[in-house]
């Protein structure tokens, strides 16, 4: 089973489905990741892309599921061993990537859609179950757990997402891609 | 992201199919018109029931077509009518690629359009959006045209939000060229949607529309781009031909400007026959002849021999060119005006040497002074003028329909905008070629 970011934590066996997970100590068994169905995407596990000239390496993608549909959060290895993230739903790509930057609010969850908070619009909030994973993953996650999320736009196609699962927020950095610029490099 | 799913519609149990994806809210029955919830049971919302408005348009629920490189399935359709203004209606029919997602095919009188959500327009309030001359987005000037209110008159097939009848939506368009951007908003959040001009006849065979149903384009539309081939075309080529000919006006001009041979007056009293010498038959030969009044003009015959043989006689009535073998006439013209008072005869004479040119009264009473000039190597440039305004006209055409389109374009506008000196560039352009015309008039009437 190839390896292929330095700082993966969980990975899922192309074999048998095991997903496994990456300590300090060595490799641990921690179960069955649940098959994903098969779905059209432009992007595919470990076939390289290229969004405005630079290359990204799709390693793994975590989908969630809002009821009727769901949307799925690539992995990207970006061309300086990076981690970025692309998100896909239905049309709407994002790229992103994980940022330290102070926000005008103390917590997310008081955010309202709409409102703007400095610099930034509220333009989205939502929730998603994660229901399953492909590749490998810079860190572990729960199979069923909600996954809560906010969308903050700085204008012009920029985009900070505060994920605020587990009382943990996570601030990514990006802006939305016109899904007609993702080309394959082998195509 | 979904599969294709068929339900039954739980007022009429009329089979649907739902083509769209995991956002779609609602579904509308095709065949009673009850508007169903899909994240709740397939529950009915309201319905359309006595909505009268159904007309039908060239497309279709669950046709395919390729636009913009991307294979999309229409699965719904919304109408819009205009608050106030209700002349402006409208349908737009919701596409759906499982790749690309979601777009907008908008159709209005047969004019059709191409919008896809925008996620680069900065962030500005709709009033803040109100008051801008302009907004710049990607790099492009928009420029506020119309904003109004609509309504949604006819709800078919998927939405990926709940439209009842009736519901009103409040719209800024801004321009720019043949591309527009749509800001929405429905009281709870704006959105801004990318508009782009198609081709009908191109849209029509992606989705292959049958002939009968395909519609005409009808009155105006702002994002139409315009278009004259034919006379941009006419108006290039003739640029090319009055630059050609212009310079060919300056060298005749110079070349041909002519050199004086003979000079002298006739008069009523004093018939002359006045010897010439010609060195050149290069250009033509010109014999100006001026009276001081049209009477004056009128009295006298004009005879040109050479070596006494008549080879051209001119009189009030007619004009002659005689055989110098045979002496017989061999072309007849036409002579001068009669209200002229002076007159110039370019003659092609052939021959180099000595001519002579008479001046005969017809009537020794009428008191006629006449002043006589003979210049040789004259050039002609009446008939290169006259081709070179016609190029004139036809470089001025297409122009004529730019500006005629955007004159329409503005008086359709609803918002003014704070216009700049530059935007009444066209204008200054109009006052210019103009006043070409009029020099060129004055400076070749003259002639």
Known sequence: MDIHFKWTKLVACPSCGSSIFLNDKGAELIGKASTLSPEPSLLKLHDPILINNKNYLPLGKIRYSYGRGFWEEWF???????????????????????????????????????????????????????????????????????????????????????????????????????????????? | MSRVQSIKCTNCAAPLNLLGGGRVETVTCSYCTSVLDLTDNYKVLSNFKNVKERH?????????????????????????????????????????????????LSYEHGHLLYSKRNRTFPNLTWEEIENRSEVVVDRIDYKPYDAYTAKVTYVEGELTWVAKYGDKTNYIDLVSSSFGITVENN??????????????????????????????????????????????????????????????????????????????????????????????????????????????????????????????????????????????????????ERRAKEIIVYLNLEKTGIYQLSLLPVDSAINSIVEVKVRESSSRLNYLVIFTLLLFFFFLIYYFFVWQYKRKHNSEKEIDNDESIFDHIDDWGQVIIWTVVILLIIFFGED
């Open chain 2, 187 to 336: 009281g709870k959040e704006i959105e801004f949607y990318n508009d782009e001009y198609l081709d009908a006849t191109e849209v029509y065979e992606a989705f292959s529309v049958p002939k009968e149903k395909r519609d005409k384009e009808q009155g105006f539309h702002p994002l139409k781009p315009f278009s004259k081939p034919f006379f941009k075309t006419l108006s290039k080529i003739s640029l090319w031909f009055m630059v050609i000919m212009g310079l060919l006006i300056m060298a005749f001009m110079f070349d041909g400007s002519g050199k004086s041979i003979a000079s002298f007056n006739a008069s009523n009293i004093q018939p002359v026959k006045e010897p010439f010498a010609l060195s050149s038959t290069k250009y033509l030969t010109a014999i100006y002849v001026k009276a001081n009044s049209t009477k004056a003009l009128n009295n006298f015959n004009i005879k040109l021999f050479k070596d006494e043989k008549l080879i051209f006689s001119l009189t009030k009535d007619n004009a002659y060119i005689f055989d110098e073998t045979t002496g017989k006439v061999s072309k007849r013209l036409g002579s001068w």
């Open chain 2, 56 to 104: 039908k348009l060239p497309f279709e629920l669950g046709m395919k077509g390729k636009l913009k490189e991307v294979e999309y399935t229409i699965i719904g359709r919304i109408s819009y009518m205009e608050t106030v203004y209700v002349e402006h209606s409208w349908s737009d029919f919701l596409l759906f690629s499982p790749l690309y997602g979601y777009a907008w």
């Open chain 1, 76 to 187: 990207l290895k970006g061309e300086s061993n990076q981690e970025f993230w692309l998100s896909i739903d239905e049309g709407d790509f994002v790229l992103e990537k994980r940022a330290e930057i102070s926000l005008p609010f103390k917590s997310p969850r008081a955010v309202r859609v709409g409102r703007r908070y400095g610099s930034y619009l509220a333009t989205e909030v939502g929730e998603g179950e994660c229901v399953g994973f492909e590749g490998e993953l810079p860190f572990a996650i729960n199979i069923g757990k909600t996954h809560n999320y906010l969308h903050l736009s700085k204008g012009g196609g920029n985009l900070v997402t505060v994920e605020f699962t587990d009382g943990v927020d996570k601030i990514f950095q990006g802006k939305w891609i016109d899904p007609l610029t993702i080309k394959r490099v082998y195509s």
